[in-house]
């Protein structure tokens, strides 16, 4: 059992169905529609339950308990945070350096696995995790050094609208991350603008939070800096595809 925004609930149909194992992905009422038929069209069961991802994991968490099943935790298991650092191995593996990167931040798992691997093989490179400045709570409670949770979030990046963060994950951020960024909607469309006009991408708002922040801060960038981002999805909703294609046609 999980909950998902969407693309943790494909791995995890992906995953399961190689290994022959059900899966049921709690997943909130507006969830993407595409996402939701990818994890349906895995085999996994899909259970719309609540009015956003958090309250999509609490269900999980309790039909799990309830029915004697593993509640499987993006952000929480080591072991998931080991898999995305995996990320951070490909990007160094031909020696390449970089003075930041750029990282897009929901749960924490992607975060602190990659990382985890830059501070150790790699550790003048700068962490940052970019947020939406609608769901910041994560970057509340990072700078606070305190959980602090919001009762609502109000962002196009649903794949990292947070509303409570994970404490474990909050914790192994103090060791791997340098500094947490917020970028508000406009930043995001512009992201998701020049990754499709760049690199044909039409990225969805949370995996063009890193291309966000690298533009909105390019005038402070020092010479030469060499900036690195992960770009962490390319599943947009159709009604906010329809919708930005129209608005970046116009522009």
């Not at 996994?44 to 991802?53: S, W």
């Amino acid at each position: 059992v999980c909950a998902s925004a969407g693309n943790w609930g494909l791995a995890m149909a992906h995953a399961c169905k190689q290994h022959g194992l059900p899966l049921s992905v709690f997943v909130a009422d507006n969830a993407n529609p595409l996402k939701v038929a990818g994890i349906c069209a895995l085999g996994a069961k899909v259970i719309c339950m609540g009015a956003d991802f958090d309250q999509a994991k609490q269900a999980a968490a309790r039909f799990a308990k309830q029915n004697g099943s593993l509640f499987v935790e993006d952000g929480r298991q080591a072991a998931i945070t080991e898999g995305a650092g995996t990320i951070a191995v490909e990007m160094l593996a031909n020696g390449d350096t970089f003075d930041t990167l750029l990282v897009p931040l929901g749960n924490g798992a992607l975060i602190n696995g990659v990382g985890r691997w830059f501070k150790a093989s790699s550790p003048a490179t700068r962490v940052i995790g970019i947020c939406p400045q609608g769901a910041d709570a994560t970057w509340q409670s990072w700078r606070r050094g305190t959980l602090v949770t919001n009762d609502r979030v109000d962002t196009m990046a649903d794949g990292v609208a947070v509303r409570a963060p994970i404490t474990e994950a909050l914790e192994d951020m103090r060791d791997v991350v340098d500094d947490i960024w917020l970028v508000d909607e406009a930043r995001i469309e512009e992201g998701m603008r020049l990754g499709l006009e760049h690199l044909g991408l039409l990225l969805e708002p949370a995996g063009a939070l890193g291309l966000a922040a690298a533009y909105a801060m390019r005038d402070q960038w020092p010479q030469g800096a060499h900036i690195a981002t992960i770009l962490t999805g390319a599943n947009p909703s159709p009604i906010l595809t329809a919708s930005l294609l129209a608005a970046f046609a116009d522009t």
